[in-house]
C-alpha cells in the first residue's frame, strides 16, 4: 500500500470521527489501529498485568474516590505518555492526530487527553454514568479503544450509550467491544453503561479535555 493511500485512509477515519460527532454525539469506526498493532497493545497490557501495576478502578473525581465493585468492576492502568512502550506511544501518536483533526474541523478546543488501560473481569460490569464529573467539567470527549481478538455477540461486554431524543425519550446503542474498533462520544451529554460479559474484556479508555490535564500517576 502506497503512503498516499495510507493517508487518504486515516483522513476518511478521522472525517468520519468529527461527522458523527458534529451529528450523533458519538462516532464508531473499525480498524482504528492495524491488527498487528491492536497485538501489539494487547501484549504491552499484559506486560502491565504481569508487572502487578492495575489498580482497581473507582467513582469519582480523584478528591471524592470510592471504590464499589456493585458498580463498577473494572481494573485500570493509567498511562504515562513519557514512559510509554512503543506500541502504546503509536496509539498516543494517533490519538494527537485525531485531536488536532478535531480542533480543526469542530472548534472544540481540545488541549490534552488521558487514557488507561482497562480490564474487565467476566461478570463485571460498570453501572449508567456520565463520564463529565459535577466539580471538573473539563472531560469533552471520550473515547474506548478495543484489543479483544475474536470477539462474538454471545461473548456480551457491550458499551451500551443511551442517546436523548428530542422528544424526551432515550434511543440505546450497543456497541460490541471487538477488537480494532474505536468508540468515542460526548463525555458531557451521552449516559452509557459496560454490559457483564463472559470473557475478560480489554480496552484503552480515556478523554480529551479542554485543559491541560493536572493528573498525577500512581
Not at 431524543?165 to 456497541?175: A, Q, S, T, Y
Not at 451529554?189 to 479508555?205: D, G, K, Q, W
Amino acid at each position: 500500500m502506497t503512503e498516499e493511500l495510507e493517508d487518504e485512509k486515516l483522513l476518511h477515519k478521522f472525517e468520519q470521527i468529527a461527522d458523527r460527532l458534529s451529528e450523533k454525539g458519538y462516532a464508531i469506526v473499525d480498524n482504528f489501529l492495524e491488527a498487528q498493532e491492536v497485538r501489539n497493545l494487547l501484549d504491552v497490557l499484559t506486560h502491565h498485568q504481569e508487572q502487578g501495576t492495575f489498580k482497581k478502578a473507582g467513582i469519582g473525581a480523584s478528591n471524592q474516590l470510592q471504590v464499589d465493585k456493585e458498580v463498577r468492576g473494572d481494573y485500570i492502568r493509567w498511562i504515562e505518555p513519557q514512559n510509554a512502550l512503543s506500541p502504546t506511544q503509536v496509539f498516543l501518536d494517533r490519538m494527537n492526530e485525531v485531536m488536532r483533526y478535531i480542533n480543526r474541523t469542530c472548534y472544540l478546543g481540545l488541549k490534552d487527553y488521558e487514557f488507561h488501560f482497562t480490564v474487565y473481569p467476566p461478570g463485571s460490569v460498570y453501572q449508567r454514568h456520565i463520564d463529565q464529573f459535577k466539580t471538573n467539567d473539563h472531560r469533552k470527549l471520550s473515547f474506548i479503544f478495543y484489543l479483544n481478538e475474536g470477539w462474538l455477540p454471545e461473548h456480551g461486554g457491550n458499551l451500551r450509550l443511551y442517546l436523548p431524543k428530542e422528544n424526551g425519550e432515550e434511543e440505546e446503542v450497543d456497541i460490541l467491544p471487538i477488537a480494532g474498533r474505536l468508540a468515542c462520544f460526548r463525555a458531557d451529554l451521552i449516559p452509557h453503561e459496560v454490559l457483564a460479559a463472559t470473557r475478560h474484556r480489554y480496552s484503552l479508555t480515556g478523554w480529551m479535555l479542554d485543559q491541560l490535564k493536572e493528573l498525577t500517576f500512581l
